[in-house]
Every structure is written in structure tokens, then in C-alpha cells.
């Protein structure tokens, strides 16, 4: 059984669509992530996958790239992703890009934050819950993989009504986004450009499903 781990509801739709998976959605929340992995490997998953959207932390990255994972990143450690299904997913999705992965417990708000991750651990991407499926993953001895598109260039901002507007389900909360907005209306130009990059990504999930 194929355990998929993802930040949000609209990820896990897509990743629910993925024949033999069972799939788990921890809302962006780290530590909810780590346990959600750890459940996944103890239901019976005999692999564990990280899927869903990405920040880029390179130029080489745009908006809708999709990413295998080589590697992943975080405070806590370093985590090869499994050789062997990379190179098959690689086959089978020539277009995708190949690298490492940063995985972060906070969000990583701005292009000069992106680039000095870039250059401190020469990641392509982050997002909040690869270093939790690798951590369940290298614990329960199980190949481990990372799958993510692109929504946000490593240039563009992401604002802080992203996070805030992520319900405990992993769903868009559009009454808690638009109050955020309303009292901080400068967020409306990266939360557009975010927005507009979340649904190419997406897009470009739903098409890399087939493959894996």
C-alpha cells in the first residue's frame, strides 16, 4: 500500500484519485504531518510519499514544475529519497524536474529567505511536510518519495493569510481569508499571484498522478 502524505485538502483530492493509496491531509501543520506519517506506516504502508504543492527556492523552478525528489532537508537531519522509484518516476515523467527538497516547519515567506535557503542547503523546493514523511519513513524502514508542483516562484511572497486561511481539515476557510485580507489589504497582490500559482500547480498534479 502506497501511504501519501499532504498539506491540504485540494492535495489529498487529487492524491485520492491514485490507485491502492491511502492518503493523509495534515493541514499544514508539521507536527500533525509527523503523526499522520507515522499512522500511515503503522496502517500498513509499505512506502511513504510526500505529495502535493511547493515553494521554489530557485529560478530554475517556475510556476507548475513538477519536482522528484532526490533528497530532503530540514533542521533535524537529511533523508535520501528511494533511488529506484525516483528513476522509474523520472521514465515515466521526462518533464519533471529532479532535486532536493527542504522541509520546513515554518513558512518561508519571502524571495531573499528563499534564496539564502537555496544557497545554505541547495534545495530546488520546500514545503511543511516532506521532512515528516521521510522522519515516519526512515523510522519504519520504508522507501520514501517526494512528488510536488510548483505554486510560488522564488521570487514571489507568500503572504501570511495563506497559513491563516488553512482550516484543521486542510480546506480553504474564504470567510477567515477575507477578514485576514480586510484588516491587512496589502496581502491582495502576492495572495492573487499565489492563488493563480496554487491552481497551475494543481493542475500539473493532477496530470503526474497518472504516473505514479
Known sequence: MLGILCGLESEAKIAR??????VACAASRPHKARELA???????????????????LH???????????TEVISSQGKWA?????????????PQAKRGGVYGSETLVPT????????????????????????EAAAEAGLPFMVVRAVCDDARMSVP????????????IAIGRALSHIVRQPSQLVDL??????????????????TFI
Open 17 to 22: 484519485r491514485i490507485g491502492g493509496a491511502r
Open 38 to 56: 507515522r499512522e500511515l506506516a503503522a496502517q500498513g504502508a509499505t512506502r511513504l510519499m510526500s505529495f502535493g504543492i511547493a515553494g521554489a
Open 59 to 69: 529560478e530554475s523552478v517556475g510556476l507548475g514544475d513538477v519536482l522528484i525528489g
Open 81 to 93: 529519497c528511494d533511488a529506484v522509484w525516483s528513476a522509474s518516476l523520472a521514465a515515466q515523467m
Open 111 to 134: 524571495g531573499q529567505e528563499k534564496q539564502a535557503l537555496y544557497q545554505e542547503t541547495g534545495c530546488l523546493i520546500v514545503d511543511m511536510e516532506s521532512q515528516c514523511a521521510a
Open 160 to 171: 501570511p493569510v495563506v497559513m491563516a486561511a488553512i482550516a484543521d481539515d486542510g480546506s
Open 192 to 209: 492573487f499571484h499565489v492563488a493563480r500559482g496554487t491552481n497551475k500547480a494543481l493542475v500539473a498534479l493532477g496530470k503526474a498522478k
